[in-house]
């Protein structure tokens, strides 16, 4: 598709105008919630730059279909709807008509590789340095901006993937999201479900393991040689597992719950494949009653965690602390006959599962169709 493509450069501030968001919200000062009316978006690398959910003043809104830029740490991303921002965040606000959701990410890849030799920090770039970056775009027959091969190029790179989403998805059992009887009665009866309230540490336990003679920064970030075993931190970058090490004199742990200790973001993650701790984190696993959890009971679990671990009051600087500090802390459970009602976790963590993935299911069916379709066109 790339053959004989005719490319043109182009400044930013001709296609862009680079504005200053309306008002910078603090995220100590301002409640950040799970949902909500609009985004607040940040300087972060995930989610879309998404941290969660503010209600405010709708007067300090940045417009939708824009891109939000973080001047200090180059993450960029598009922003369908109005939202709300943090600190150093500029609003790309499109002047060519032509721009929308689909062709964004073509933008935002060439933007990406434009900006790739800067360095970023403290000072950041200001407005006319950005306005002033020059981006390479295919062009038409016209010498315009060919709008319309950006799509089919969005398209095909979207196919690959999706047409594997979709193998996997048959493969493994997950098309079938229609609720049994059982599932969708412990829907129906979720406001009538008894719940207790237990001490974490009364029902995990902090696995012990052995200290491997690594730091982070000589471990290779892939699989290569003998290199293979996840390693646990801090991160809650892919569940904190960013760096692999040799499985030798390890401790290989797997079906358990990790929890960071001294992160931004403290953020309980189920490991349902094999890894090893190796700094500012641990793993826990269940303890009561000798009990073993399957792992949608541990998927239960996690959740529980993360409503009293991963809120917005803690960060790097204002710290949550480690075992000693999460053991004592308590969160609620599904009970029947004063003890967890495991049936109840587990029923309900698979209800939800099917409901999650049924909006992958018809995702993945509209955008083969879409792709199809484009290939007749073509």
């Known amino acids: 598709m790339l053959d004989n493509v005719e490319w043109g450069e182009f400044a930013l501030g001709d296609l862009f105008e680079v504005n200053t968001s309306k008002k910078r919200f603090d995220a100590n000062k301002v409640q950040v919630m799970e949902g909500g009316n609009h985004p607040y978006v940040v300087r972060m690398s995930s989610n879309n730059g998404q941290k969660g959910y503010i209600n405010e003043d709708e007067s300090f809104l940045n417009e939708g279909n824009t891109i939000s830029f973080g001047q200090d740490t180059a993450t960029m991303f598009y922003q369908e709807k109005p939202y709300f921002t943090g600190d150093k965040i500029k609003i790309l606000k499109p002047k060519v008509k032509q721009f929308n959701k689909e062709n964004s990410q073509f933008f935002i890849s060439t933007m990406i590789k434009a ?68 599932e969708q009665k412990v829907l129906d009866n979720f406001e009538h479900i008894s719940w207790g309230e237990y001490k974490i540490g009364a029902l ?17 970030k892939e699989k290569t040689g003998k290199y293979t075993l996840p390693c646990l931190t801090s991160s809650f970058n892919n569940q ?69 671990t991963d809120l917005t ?66």
């Open 115 to 182: 900006f790739s030799s800067f360095s970023w920090g403290s000072s950041s770039f200001n407005v006319s340095i950005l306005k002033d970056q020059l981006l390479t775009l295919p062009l038409s027959g016209s010498r315009e901006i060919d709008f319309d091969f950006m799509g089919r190029v969005i398209s095909e790179l979207e196919a690959g993937p999706i047409v594997e989403l979709e193998a996997y998805l048959s493969a493994t059992g997950l098309k079938d999201y229609q609720l049994t009887p059982e």
């Open 204 to 220: 995990f336990e902090k696995i012990k393991t052995k200290k491997i003679p690594f730091k982070a920064d000589e471990l290779p």
């Open 240 to 308: 904190g597992l960013n760096y692999f090490a040799p499985k030798d004199g390890a401790t290989i742990l797997k079906n358990v719950i990790s929890i960071p200790s001294n992160s931004d973001v403290y953020r309980a993650y189920f490991q349902s494949n094999e890894f090893t701790v190796l700094s500012d984190a641990y793993a826990i696993q269940w303890g009561l009653n000798d009990i073993e959890l399957s792992p949608n009971q541990y998927l239960f679990a996690v959740q529980c965690i993360n409503k009293v």
């Open 313 to 378: 009051i803690y960060s790097y600087k204002s710290k949550l602390g480690g075992w000693n500090v999460v053991k004592n802390k308590y969160i609620q459970l599904p009970v029947k006959n004063k003890q967890p009602d495991y049936k109840t976790m587990e029923v309900l963590t698979l209800a939800l599962k099917k409901l999650a993935i049924k909006g992958v299911v018809q995702y993945t069916d509209r955008k083969i169709a879409a792709y199809e379709q484009i290939v007749m066109e073509d």
